[in-house]
């Protein structure tokens, strides 16, 4: 292996209902179709040598998944991108390709941005379990996980949780049925706090229940800001080498 | 009249079900196409989940062909599981396509591919869902037309209410044929109806349409003649038979799923058809003669197949591969191709024989030789004479011996419990054979690090084959002989250890046989499980064997037939069958005698071979037997 590259893409429409496995044999095909020169392990089964970090859970649409690739031949970065993206169904997208350097890309991932859009649920109550559950030293929410129910705190990992206002979004466009939009930025931590938590934690907190299942999708993921509050991008390090 | 995408209905249920992914479409290679632009509209389904029906050949190669035409389209659509159909019910989606997610019912055929009887509920399933009347004589013109095919449907009687029409053989030439007949109807402004289109395809004498023939009874039960109650409608329906399979070199682009498959590989089919004779296999007597594709056309296929879809398997796909006259050549020419490019090649359905040895070790030139697979079939010497596998104990031996020589750990063995004049002592032959068997590769590795599996499934005749005239052993005597098996293999002190066994009980076997060779009053019994939910037959989570007993019950109250009269009762010579005017070239005559041959211990040579022993197919059919060798070889591909 001569060269990780790392890849930044998107999972998006109907593609968001796609599982990490999903995606894992669509990109080891995606590779072998494109003429990238993917290293293999050694042993005897040797495997493509691509690793993901952090994947968006099935159903949530993402526009900041990671993955390495380890190739065995240097590889032109924006050649990379395009044949990927052109090898990968439509919905799976490649935005970025860079060269990594020192650090593992998982250690950065330290927290994501994630909007929900909840169809027909009012804001006014939006607004108020916000307010409830950001007054909340902890909020212990139940899922369902392999291991049987598990019970952990929904609180600490959320770092702020707003409502966007949903007018602006649709301007110009017809008024169409209610919808609430929630903008949160969340710490990754174990265990894992899903949108879908911080939902539950908002019916337990203020009873806050839309209608319909949420619409999901990761915005960003990256090094947390202590000062914004907000996630970076995981690839300065890179950037700030000079190579692009 | 264009349709609306049923997706922005759909997608809200998506988040609520498992493996949503299923349901979205969009794989690699799928295709989508006007909907205006079309004359003719194709909705093909596989009556099974994604996740089986996907990979299926069948299903691959049609769309694929049928896309091809011009002002004809083809989308796919398979049986939704349990929870979706849920959720379908209660908010008014009806069923689907994946490709465009039009509802099925606005398309001019639903083409369903039966592979297997177990999937007929399911077919049920997708006709509510898609708000097509079950009975056939309930639709309208504004309703498909429902078309059965695949080897099931060389018997389509037990669903025959509920289809329009039903093809047997090979699909390409039919599917463009009744394509081309739908085309010049609808551009006729679709004179007489839907019924007049039904005419059109029964005359041709390759479309078979169950409303134009009446089944008259004996007071017994049995059958006393099937006849067209129309002029102009054949007395028997052909099978299809395509000849020349390089002129016809699909799927040329693979479907590749997002979502997992029972098959993830790029499977190419080298020839179709057998001729080994062995008489319980029904694939082999319905897709006679043989046809190989050959060696160059394979390659080729191979390259193209791995390279649209980035498939990292092939598999080299028919009913008895090792049988291609020029396998030698191709396997070596695959493995030479693709060494060091981390793709692995496959060969399913191997014979016991040391020459697959050989291709097995070339196949995994760099890989682990983990197992291999033979199926014997029966366990006796006198067993597999009546059946026709002429496999000696002695070729096995050897064959395993040959295997664990060569760095194969483990072997597994396939057989069948129930065959016709099977006793106790032919199936706890298996135990004997098994123990040699590991007797063997200890001797021949010098290390007891050596493993042989039996698994055994349970006989179900067919239609069309020597058996269709046996009794089907009842699923007491199968359970019973599977434990006694189970018990001579565990209890052995020096062998059991080494000795997998893995077997399926007898119960489902017998649903099976009453689907397999049943008349059209089964059909009230698969409508009666259907309606007490049935779903999913062939999946043991979802199979109800009690449901099936108390349907059958119910539907052949005041019948002078139950379950035992169509599954464990012995056929006499001039019974009239279920499907005698489906014909698949078979001689009756020649079927008859080779099922007295099997009760006598007579084997059949292969007519590759041997002279023909005038099975009728050939002459019936206007067929021949196609095969190499070609002595053409594959030449290394040019790197790029």
């Known amino acids: 292996m001569v060269q990780r590259l790392r890849v930044r893409y998107a999972k998006r429409g109907r593609l968001r209902f796609t599982s990490h496995r999903d995606i894992s044999r669509a990109v080891e095909r995606a590779v072998r179709r494109s003429d990238i020169p993917v290293a293999f392990s050694a042993g005897f089964s040797p495997h493509p040598k691509i690793s993901y970090a952090g994947a968006a859970p099935t159903g949530v649409a993402s526009e900041a998944e990671y993955l390495e690739i380890g190739v065995s031949s240097t590889c032109d970065l924006e050649q990379v991108r395009a044949e990927l993206d052109a090898s990968l169904p439509p919905g799976l997208d490649v935005l970025e390709v860079i060269e990594a350097r020192a650090g593992s890309l998982a250690d950065r991932l330290e927290a994501s941005v994630w909007l929900l859009r909840l169809p027909g649920a009012d804001v006014a109550a939006a607004e108020q379990a916000v307010k409830e559950f950001e007054a909340a030293d902890r909020v212990e929410v139940e899922r369902l996980t392999k291991k049987g129910m598990r019970r952990f705190d929904a609180r600490q990992a959320v770092r702020s949780v707003t409502v966007v206002n949903e007018h602006e979004r649709t301007a110009g466009q017809e008024p169409g049925p209610p919808c609430v939009i929630l903008r949160m930025v969340v710490r990754h931590e174990t265990p894992a706090v899903r949108p879908d938590d911080v939902l539950m934690g908002l019916r337990l907190v203020a009873g806050f229940a839309p209608p319909s299942p949420p619409e999901v999708t990761r915005l960003a993921q990256g090094p947390l800001d202590a000062t914004t509050g907000e996630p970076g991008d995981p690839f300065d390090v890179e950037r700030a080498d000079g190579d692009l | 009249m264009s349709v609306e995408s049923l997706f922005p209905r759909l997608e809200p249920l998506l988040p609520k079900v498992q493996k949503p992914i299923q349901y979205v479409g969009g794989e690699l290679n799928s295709t989508v196409k006007d909907w205006d632009e079309a004359t003719v509209r194709w909705a093909l389904m596989y009556p099974d989940a994604y996740e089986v029906g996907l990979p299926n050949q069948g299903v691959q190669i049609l769309y694929e062909i049928l896309n091809e035409l011009p002002e004809t389209l083809a989308e796919r659509t398979y049986a939704v599981w349990p929870d979706l159909e849920a959720l379908m019910r209660s908010s008014g989606v009806p069923q689907f396509t994946v490709d465009a997610h039009r509802p099925v019912r606005a398309f001019d055929v639903l083409g369903v591919s039966f592979s297997t009887e177990l999937g007929y509920t399911n077919l049920l399933t997708a006709l509510d869902l898609a708000g097509i009347p079950l009975d056939a004589v309930d639709r309208t013109g504004d309703d498909p037309i429902v078309l059965a095919g695949g080897h099931a449907a060389f018997n389509p009687e037990p669903i025959a209410d509920f289809l329009d029409a039903a093809v047997l053989g090979d699909g390409e030439q039919i599917a463009i044929a009744i394509s081309e007949v739908i085309r010049e109807w609808k551009g006729e402004g679709a004179p007489g109806g839907r019924d007049e289109l039904l005419m059109r395809l029964a005359s041709t004498g390759g479309v078979y349409v169950p409303k134009f023939y009446d089944v008259e009874y004996h007071p017994d ?330 349907a059958a019950e119910r539907a052949f109250s005041g019948e002078p037939v139950d379950v035992d009269w169509y599954t464990t009762r012995e056929r006499e010579e001039h019974e009239v069958l279920p499907w005698d005017h489906l014909d698949a070239g078979l001689d009756r005559e020649w079927l008859w005698q080779d099922w007295q041959d099997a009760v006598n211990d007579v084997e059949v040579e292969d007519c590759r071979w041997t002279p023909c022993y005038d099975c009728g197919v050939c002459p019936t059919m206007g067929t021949e037997i196609q095969i190499g060798p070609t002595g053409r070889k594959l030449l290394p591909l040019t790197v790029v």
Request: aromatic content about 8%.
């Open chain 2, 221 to 550: 039960g049995r059958i006393k003649r099937v006849v067209p109650n129309r002029s102009g409608v054949p007395s028997r329906v052909f099978k299809h038979t395509v000849m020349d399979l390089d002129e016809w070199p699909y799927p040329k682009k693979p479907l590749v799923p997002l979502a997992e498959t029972v098959h993830e590989r790029f499977s190419v089919e080298i020839f179709r058809g057998c001729t080994r004779g062995c008489r319980f296999c029904q694939a082999g007597m319905i897709t006679r003669p043989v046809r190989e594709r050959s060696i160059t056309t394979i390659g080729d296929m191979v390259e193209a197949g791995l390279k649209e879809s980035g498939f990292s398997e092939v598999g080299l796909l028919s009913l008895s591969s090792a049988d291609h006259s020029e396998i030698g050549e191709i396997a070596k020419g695959l493995a030479d191709r693709y060494e060091g490019t981390q793709t692995g090649l496959s060969l399913p359905s191997t014979r016991v024989d040391a020459f697959n040895i050989d291709l097995a070790n070339e196949f995994s030139r760099n890989g682990r030789r983990s197992g291999l697979t033979f199926a014997p079939e029966g366990g006796s010497e006198r067993m597999r004479k009546v059946i026709n596998k002429m496999v000696t104990e002695e070729d096995l031996i050897r064959t395993v011996t040959t295997a664990y020589s060569q760095g194969w750990r483990q072997v597994k063995l396939y057989f069948m419990c129930g065959l016709p004049t099977e006793e106790d002592i032919d199936v706890l032959g298996i135990a004997d054979l098994a123990k040699k068997v590991i007797k063997a590769g200890r001797e021949a590795t010098g290390s007891r690090d050596v493993r042989c599996t039996v698994s055994i499934g349970g006989f179900v005749p067919k239609p069309h084959t020597p058996f269709q005239w046996a009794a089907q052993c009842d699923h007491e005597t199968v359970d019973r002989r599977l434990r006694e098996l189970r018990d001579a293999l565990r209890g052995d002190k020096e062998y059991g250890r080494a000795i997998g066994y893995r077997y399926h009980d007898g119960k489902p076997s017998i649903v099976e046989g009453l689907l397999s060779r049943g008349d059209r009053r089964v059909g009230s019994v698969i409508r009666a499980v259907w309606e007490d939910g049935g779903r999913f037959d062939g999946w043991s989570e979802h199979f109800s064997f009690d449901r099936w007993m108390a």
